[in-house]
């Protein structure tokens, strides 16, 4: 085995803007780390003999993801978990059991993380708004619907969630059935469209252009006070995008960042 620095490695994939190949990932370790192919291609095998990745097929080509075979820890109450691992969450954790997927939102990505941090503040550090008791919530590109379901496991009344990608529709409706979630979260195969919709917190993990594309559609669908979770920016591109809505009439409520990548949380003024 070489020696080498496991969350180095692993941080190669969360930082990656696109999925790496095998060949990709072992230039990356080689460049990360200095070694040579031969001994990178080692450490990647060392990551999979350790079930810290893992290969996945997609379209005809072979690909590396974190491994997704035990219960993680996001926040101080979610744990994502495979639907066929058993819990161990304690009483006060909350389960959201997903399944392994082509589909964004397994937990391993900075953005899913800081998305259900910004839900674990709303829900459960600072009290519960009076706009989030029982209300209602969207989801814009849900994805495999993990944002959805942790909206509704925590304490909303329902969420409707978006996806114009029919493979993530079909995994994200999967993944509501494996959580018992099917009358409260309603996956819709379409864009968001925001005719007579009120709602009382809107999630949109996208990436930047998207962001400010559909701002005014998330304005005119949040009742006053309503919040909103905006992730999947970059970290230099977070000033632009917290002006952008701020200058539209919503607040500041929370921010962060995690390996380049940013959260906001905001409220519509009243």
Not at 8 to 32: K, P
Not at 117 to 138: C, I, W
Not at 241 to 246: G, V
Request: net charge neutral.
């Amino acid at each position: 085995m070489i020696p080498f620095d496991k969350d180095r490695a692993l941080d190669i994939l969360n930082n990656a803007t696109e999925r790496l190949t095998a060949r990709a990932y072992i230039r990356e370790i080689s460049r990360e780390f200095g070694l040579t192919p031969i001994k990178a291609k080692n450490v990647l095998k060392d990551l999979v003999d350790g079930r810290d990745v893992a290969y996945q097929d997609l379209y005809g080509s072979t690909y590396v993801m974190e491994s997704f075979s035990k219960p993680v820890r996001i926040t101080d109450r979610f744990f994502i978990l495979p639907p066929d691992v058993a819990s161990i969450a304690g009483p006060n954790d909350i389960d959201i059991r997903i399944s392994p997927g082509i589909s964004f939102g397994t937990g391993h990505h900075p953005t899913t993380r800081l998305c259900l941090a910004a839900l674990d503040r709303f829900f459960f550090s600072q009290g519960v708004p009076d706009h989030l008791r029982g209300g209602k919530a969207g989801d814009i590109g849900t994805g495999s619907g993990v944002l959805a379901m942790a909206a509704c496991l925590a304490g909303m009344s329902g969420c409707m969630a978006w996806e114009t990608d029919l493979n993530a529709v079909c995994e994200a409706l999967r993944n509501v059935a494996a959580n018992g979630l099917e009358t409260r979260v309603h996956v819709i195969h379409d864009i968001m469209r925001p005719k007579d919709l009120e709602l009382s917190l809107v999630m949109a993990n996208l990436r930047f252009p998207t962001l400010k594309q559909i701002a005014s559609d998330i304005y005119s669908i949040l009742v006053p006070g309503g919040y909103l979770i905006l992730s999947g920016a970059r970290a230099w591109e977070m000033d632009d995008l917290k002006k952008h809505y701020m200058t539209m009439g919503f607040s500041l409520d929370w921010e962060r960042e995690e390996k380049m990548w940013g959260t906001l949380a905001l409220a519509k003024k009243a």
